[in-house]
């Protein structure tokens, strides 16, 4: 089972890259291995969330916890 924690850790690895397009992600909550989150500020309404999230939030995340199976918006 995937910690809380070590998502977070993980998040705030990912968040300063968000916070300089004007944006920000938040965890909502981790069920059965899969990452829900929620992209905010600018992030929440770009054309391109969801390319952000999958090649670059879902790949980071993997990468640093093997466990984890996908990374959903939430």
């Not at 910690?3 to 705030?12: I, N, Q, S, T």
């Not at 300063?16 to 291995?33: A, F």
């Amino acid at each position: 089972m995937v910690a809380k924690e070590r998502v977070e850790e993980v998040l705030k690895k990912i968040r300063p890259g968000l916070e300089s397009e004007g944006g920000d992600i938040e965890l909502i909550e981790v069920k059965d291995d899969i990452v829900y989150v929620k992209l905010k500020g600018a992030c929440g309404t770009c054309p391109m969330s969801t390319l952000t999230m999958k090649n670059w939030v879902e790949a980071t995340m993997k990468r640093e916890i093997p466990e984890v199976k996908a990374v959903q918006a939430a």
